[in-house]
């Protein structure tokens, strides 16, 4: 009794041992995971939040908005002007991702600082201000942010073994022009040939900051892609890895979504059956056609701005998040947005003669690279279907020469008939028989007729 007493007592010890290490690794792991966190982490002050409780938002069961900034800015406590803003919007209903590019240069009233660009609104007041900007001029709720610099966009993509692009011959020359510029040195090789290629973070980042002799939306159309490769990527993630990766960018990136969400999130696109991500720039533009829902101008003392009719792209916007209805130019009214662009004109000329200004004196070197964007002023036409072309008549075919008839065979001469045997003469009877006393003819069985 006391030997099993023993025993027992020997394999609670070992139990308890073995217990208490992995409590010590998981609590060492806790410890390490917050201490990343804590780096990270960067709550939205409520005091702040406050101000905008007035305005009403849309709100779905299921669906999660979260601003994504980009900016080139080192120390993230220091507020610059956002170089992009990406609203990534979770679907858990309809299980995809939906992806909307704001474009930074457009004109909005940022709270407390009067019309300027949407970028403006992260140099004056973080992520909280451009937040807060956003809902109150789009009128949608932003539930996160995660706020990164070059620097973490460029180790994030080095982290999952980088991306996939498709580089076309006239983005090379500019794509190794930025290759190390903000980053700390040109490290990575050139790019050489254009065509489906794996890019490292570097080579990617200098893809998407590409600018000179392009549109605004081809550049935001570059960073959704590389937002686009980076989600395809990560789709094959374990959520267990994430706290990796965000020790390697522990310095570059500020977000307020708690470990426990980001943890869920994650897991909600693990369990995806297939990554869906669909993808929309606004305002509005048709890069093919040229037609556009909004004016890109020089604009009073701002510089080259977009002007557009925000409640009403706001409505388009809200269509897409909530709904996963993607809106196309057919969905504008143009006799609204003809009504607004008008106002905005004659609100600038009264603006520039009250202080004097020309708006050419106000462009910086990248505004005048910019071309002038105009809207027609109704819905764009649909493209006439072009008949198909009469196919090209076959040549006749030339008949055939005649075939010679064949020459006639000539007939046979007839054969001339055998000319017919003589009969013999008759013998003279009385010369047959002789002395033997037989009748003529009786040996032959001929019928003899004797004469009386």
Do not use: C
């Not at 002050?45 to 406050?50: A, G, R």
């Not at 609203?87 to 004109?107: C, G, P, W, Y």
């Not at 709270?111 to 809902?135: D, F, Q, R, S, V």
């Not at 046979?412 to 008939?417: D, H, L, R, S």
């Amino acid at each position: 009794m006391a030997r099993n007493k023993k025993k027992f007592s020997k394999k609670k010890k070992i139990v308890i041992t073995v217990l208490s290490i992995v409590g010590i690794i998981i609590l060492s792991v806790g410890l390490w995971a917050w201490n990343i966190w804590r780096n990270v982490y960067s709550p939205i002050s409520e005091e702040k939040l406050d101000e905008t409780k007035e305005i009403t938002y849309d709100v779905v069961d299921g669906i999660t908005n979260i601003l994504l900034i980009g900016t080139d800015e080192r120390n993230l406590e220091e507020n610059s002007r956002s170089d992009s803003m990406i609203i990534a919007t979770l679907d858990a209903n309809k299980q995809e991702i939906r992806l909307t590019s704001l474009f930074r240069d457009t004109l909005v009233k940022i709270p407390g600082h009067g019309e300027a660009k949407l970028n403006a609104a992260y140099a004056y007041g973080g992520h909280e201000l451009l937040m807060k900007t956003i809902e109150t001029n789009f009128g949608i709720k932003l539930d996160k942010y995660v706020a990164i610099n070059f620097w973490g966009f460029e180790k994030v993509i080095d982290q999952i073994g980088g991306i996939e692009l498709d580089i076309k011959q006239s983005e090379i020359n500019e794509l190794n022009k930025f290759i190390g510029e903000s980053t700390g040195g040109a490290t990575s090789p050139k790019v050489t040939e254009p065509g489906v290629q794996k890019l490292d973070g570097q080579q990617a980042l200098s893809y998407a900051r590409i600018r000179k002799n392009d549109t605004a939306y081809n550049r935001d159309s570059r960073q959704r892609t590389v937002l686009f490769k980076l989600a395809e990527k990560f789709k094959d993630v374990n959520p267990i890895k994430y706290p990796f990766l965000l020790n390697a960018m522990k310095n570059e990136i500020k977000t307020n979504i708690t470990p426990d969400l980001m943890f869920s999130m994650g897991y909600t696109i693990y369990k995806f059956p297939e990554l869906n991500i669909r993808q929309l720039a606004m305002p509005l533009m048709d890069e093919k056609t040229g037609v556009s829902a909004f004016e890109g101008r020089l604009y009073k003392n701002l510089g080259w701005v977009i002007l557009t009719d925000l409640p009403q792209m706001g409505n388009l916007l809200k269509q897409f998040i909530y709904e996963g209805k993607t809106p196309t130019l057919n969905d504008v009214d143009y006799s609204t947005l003809k009504s607004v662009l008008a106002d905005f004109k004659t609100d600038e000329n009264r603006y520039n003669a009250e202080h004097g200004i020309n708006p050419e004196d106000h462009a910086t070197d990248e505004d005048k690279e910019k071309e002038n964007i105009t809207t027609p002023g109704e819905k764009p036409q649909q493209k006439p279907v072009e008949p198909e072309k009469p196919s090209t008549p076959t040549q006749p075919t030339e008949p055939e020469n005649p075939v010679e008839p064949e020459k006639p065979v000539e007939p046979e001469k007839p054969v001339e008939p055998e000319k017919p045997v003589e009969p013999e003469k008759p013998t003279d009877p009385s010369n047959h028989g002789g002395n033997t006393g037989e009748k003529p003819g009786a040996g032959n069985n001929d019928i003899i007729v004797e004469r009386p």
